[in-house]
C-alpha cells in the first residue's frame, strides 16, 4: 500500500480554472529531494492527494480524485483530473493531460499536448507526447513511443515500437491513419471516425473513394501495414 502521508499545504491563494473548479496554491512542508520547505508549488483541489516524494509545480492543477504519489512530477501546464494517478518515477509536463481513470507509472512520460484518459495505462519507460491520445482500454508500456496525431485506443496492447504505427496527412482530409496491435494480437485501425480490423478499412476505402488518388494512397498504406504486422 502507498504511503499517502502529505507533505505540503494548501495556501489561502487560489484560482478558479477553466472547469469552475477551486484550486489552492500549494507549499511543501518538508524537504522533497530537489524540493526546499516553504517551496510553492503548482494547484491541488480539496479531494485531490500529492504524497510520498512526488510534486506538483509551476501552473501544473491537480483536482477532482486523482493521487500524484511516488517520485512522481507534474509540472508546467499539466492536468491530473478525475480518477486519474500518475506514481512512481512517472512524469506528466507542457501541456498534457490525464484524467478518468487513466494511470501513468513507472518510468513513463506525457507530455506535449498529449493527454491520456478513460481506463488507459502508460508504463514501462513509455513516453505519449505530440498531440497523441491515449484512452479506452489501452496499454502502452515498454520502450513505446506514441506521438504526433496518433489515437491509440480500444484494447490495445502497445509495448515497444513493433506494436504500432502512424502515417499521417493522407486521405482527402489530410486524416492521421493509427495502427496498432490489440489482445490477441488482432490488429486494429483508428483513422477519422473510423475504427475497426484492416478488412473493414478496406471495405469503407472502396466504398468511399472508389480508385481515385485517395483510395490509391489507402491501398498503399493498407499494404505497409500487411508487411509490418506481417499478415498474409
Known sequence: MKNTEKHYELTQEFKINIFGVKLFRIRATKKVREIEIGTLGGWVSDNARVSDNAWVYGNAEVYGNAEVYGNARVYGNARVSGNARVSDNAWVSDDARVSDNAWVYGNAEVYGNAEVYGNAWVYGNAEVYGNAEVYGNARVSGNARVSGDARVSGDARVSGNADYCCFQSF?????????????????????????????????????????????????????????????K
Do not use: P, W
Open 171 to 231: 486521405g482527402s482530409n489530410g486524416r492521421t491513419t493509427t495502427v496498432f496491435r490489440e489482445k490477441e494480437n488482432k490488429i486494429k485501425i483508428s483513422c477519422g471516425c473510423f475504427f475497426g480490423s484492416i478488412e473493414e478499412f478496406e471495405k469503407v476505402v472502396e466504398g468511399t473513394h472508389g480508385d481515385n488518388k485517395f483510395a490509391r494512397e489507402y491501398k498503399s498504406i493498407i499494404e505497409v501495414i500487411k508487411i509490418k504486422f506481417d499478415i
